[in-house]
């Protein structure tokens, strides 16, 4: 079994950063692709940034050239290093863990979930 535990979150200014950080527990961590969605109020969970086992990214359109995806092997621990932050990026952001590298696009497909850390952005 695999288990997601976040942190990192918090209230910043608009043109801020944050750190997120997902602490991996269970299978092996280097084999799993690892990614992050996030969730505004009533609206769908969404798909931000994922990394593969091999250390391929890709990231949304939304956050593409602010957000950095990143991994470490050797900590179990995946990172989502967020800069010039906007109040748009509000949210409650969750990790997510997944065999297949494609499905962490698509949140209804995914195999595991952390239970989520909130950023809000101020403007």
């Known amino acids: 079994q695999v288990q997601l535990v976040e942190s990192g979150g918090g209230l910043v200014q608009a043109g801020g950063s944050l750190r997120l950080s997902c602490a991996y527990s269970?299978?092996?961590?280097?084999?799993?692709?690892m990614g992050w969605f996030r969730q505004a109020p009533k609206k769908e969970r969404r798909f931000v940034a994922r990394?593969?086992?091999?250390?391929?990214?890709s990231y949304s359109d939304s956050v593409k050239g602010r957000f950095t995806i990143s991994r470490d092997n050797a900590k179990n621990t995946v990172y989502l290093q967020m800069n010039n932050l906007k109040p748009e990026d509000t949210a409650v952001y969750y990790c997510?863990?997944?065999?297949?590298?494609?499905?962490?696009?698509?949140?209804?497909?995914?195999?595991?979930w952390g239970q989520g850390t909130q950023v809000t952005v101020s403007s």
């Open positions: 269970g299978r092996t961590f280097s084999s799993y692709n």
């Open positions: 997510a863990a997944d065999s297949n590298y494609y499905r962490l696009r698509d949140s209804s497909t995914v195999d595991y």
């Open positions: 990394v593969g086992s091999g250390g391929t990214t």
